[in-house]
């Protein structure tokens, strides 16, 4: 937008971008503090003043949705377009009913089955339900969330996974796959975290932070085999958990699936017999 490109207006939106990033962390932290005693307090401070503020904020400065550039609609909660979201939620629908490796989730040919891959490995979990192909439009939304760190993002991700959960998973607790330390200490937030905690507090859906990660090398120039060793040790119960039978672990994007793997064998060392997945797309 030509507005952005103005210096006046560019300082106004990067503190408007500042004051965004920092309200969510706020507002955890009052709500981890507050809520117990001052619970109408907690609420006018986290509910109604970030909303009313957001609202006059997109008023003045209207959010453009992060796939098409158009306006979003004020209050709408995440920076993507009606007109998208319908779209994805059609391509959601229509994949619902084609053929996915029993495994991985990932797409097939035939109608039954598991992929090359799967057939050739043994995880821990016994399956993962990826939402989304991870390509084209969910690809630049996990680019936004991720690498641009537009958390806002967060409940519309919520929102999507939370319909698969109470189809596939009612009634099973969301354990959360912990980051890796050095990730959260650079980035300052945890995206999976955002997610886990939306779900909890909007949808009401259980959710158990039941696993904790220590540091561990970094994973992108790693093959197959030499992830999974490299993820052996480095996730462990936190402590004073009791595991659910049937916990279904939540990520954001399936690659190699050693992560979700040893995060699995952690779960059924405990007392876990069946550890599901559930993450926004596979790579
Ligand atoms: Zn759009
Ligand atoms: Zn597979």
Redesign the pocket.
Known sequence: MLWQDLPRCRRLWAAVRAERARAPERQRLLCKRQCACRRYVCMVKNAVVPRLARIAISLVLPESCVLCGAAVEPDCGWPVCGSCVAMLEAELAEDAGRPR??????PLISRHG??T??RAATYDFDSVYPLFRYADDVRALVLAYKGAGRRSLSGFFARQLASVVSTRFAGRVLVPVPPRPGKLRRRGWDQVEAIASILQREYGIPVLRALVRSVAAEQKALNLEERAANMRGTIRLARGIEVPANPVLLDDILTTGATLSACAACLKSARAVRVDALTIAAD
């Open positions: 490796c029993e495994i991985c989730g990932k598991r992929c891959r799967c």
